[in-house]
């Protein structure tokens, strides 16, 4: 039972540990999307790109197949953070 509440927090600390990088990377790309929105901004064309938005859904699900995890959960974490990517743009242009 020690063994085992032990190996229970070893892991939950190594999830935290993903967690943390996973936060990394979220924040590196949310940083790569308002470099968009400048570009987008200065050209004058729209911050929503449904085409990319499609092409970004779909490497997703391909990568979560190729992991051998749910494609469908792939197609939500990227409306999730296409969403969040969005929202800091609008801010960033709205802040220009
Ligand atoms: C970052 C962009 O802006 C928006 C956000 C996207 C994303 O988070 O991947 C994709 C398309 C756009 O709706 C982009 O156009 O590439």
């Known amino acids: 039972m020690a063994d085992e509440t032990a190996d229970l927090a070893e892991l939950r600390d ?8 996973l936060v990394d990377l979220i924040a590196k790309r949310v940083r790569t999307a308002e470099r968009v929105a400048e570009v987008k901004s200065d050209a004058g064309t729209d911050l929503v790109d449904e085409g ?6 779909a490497n997703y699900a391909d990568n979560f197949r190729q992991q ?3 494609p469908e959960r792939g197609r ?10 969005l929202a800091r743009e609008r801010e960033v242009v709205r802040d220009k």
């Open 68 to 70: 051998d995890l749910d």
């Open 52 to 57: 990319r938005e499609a092409v970004v859904r």
């Open 76 to 85: 939500e974490l990227a409306d999730s953070l296409i969403a969040l990517s």
């Open 14 to 21: 190594e999830i935290d540990r993903i967690d943390d990088d």
